[in-house]
């Protein structure tokens, strides 16, 4: 019963952050929701901050260990971009709320909690695919020293269309896979 407690506990804040943003929700919002007292929040996870960093760190967990191995390049670009593309996309499709939040609490002012808590995430996202472009400079000249903005710019593309389909304006399939690597590329090998 407690790893359904804490699960529970986790997907009320994840409802409650998603809703009203994180500096909108309480610790006593989060424990009525999830009927549940402060002491037991705490038990699990410490404060409010310890709750979002478990929440990205155990929720994300699947989605970096893609990342990790679709940001192995191995010769191939279009193959890489596309398999970078389907971590994204496969990620947003079955984790949308954390997804959104993650976005968004990235937009935040730097000294916010939540922007704190998702840093470290996002920078490692930012890592692996720089470090993707990176490699590719032996086959790509002209890639040299532009890896962290290709990686920047390729997350945000990828973001982007995540976040039309998220909202009802698209599909997060092949089609878009194909869509988002086509768009970014055009500019990469120039």
């Known amino acids: 019963m ?3 407690n804490r699960s529970h506990i986790l997907d009320q804040a994840l409802q409650l952050f998603a809703k009203h943003g994180y500096d909108g929700v309480g610790v006593q919002e989060i424990c009525n929701a999830a009927g549940i007292t402060k002491p037991t929040l705490y038990h699990y996870f410490g404060s409010k901050r310890g ?3 478990t929440l990205v760190q155990e929720r994300g967990r699947s989605f970096l260990a893609a990342l990790t191995v ?5 010769g191939d670009m279009p193959l890489s971009l596309e398999q970078v593309a389907r971590a994204y996309f496969e990620f947003a499709a079955q984790q949308p709320l954390l997804y959104r939040i993650l976005i968004g609490f990235w937009f935040m002012v730097p ?3 939540a922007f704190q808590v998702v840093l470290a995430f996002n920078s490692e996202q930012q890592r692996m695919v720089a470090q993707m472009f990176e490699a590719a400079v032996a086959d790509h000249g002209n890639m040299r020293g532009r890896h962290r ?4 710019t390729f997350i945000g593309t ?3 269309y995540a976040g039309i389909a998220l909202n009802g304006y698209g ?3 092949a089609e878009t896979v194909y869509q988002a690597v086509r768009q970014f590329s055009y500019g990469i090998y120039s």
Do not use: G, H, P
Not at 70 to 74: E, K, L, V
Not at 149 to 152: E, H, I
């Open 2 to 4: 407690e790893k359904d």
């Open 149 to 152: 903005v290709y990686a920047a």
């Open 158 to 160: 990828l973001n982007t």
């Open 70 to 74: 679709a940001t192995t390049y191995a």
């Open 111 to 113: 000294e916010n909690e």
């Open 171 to 173: 599909q997060l399939d």
């Open 51 to 53: 709750l979002l960093e």
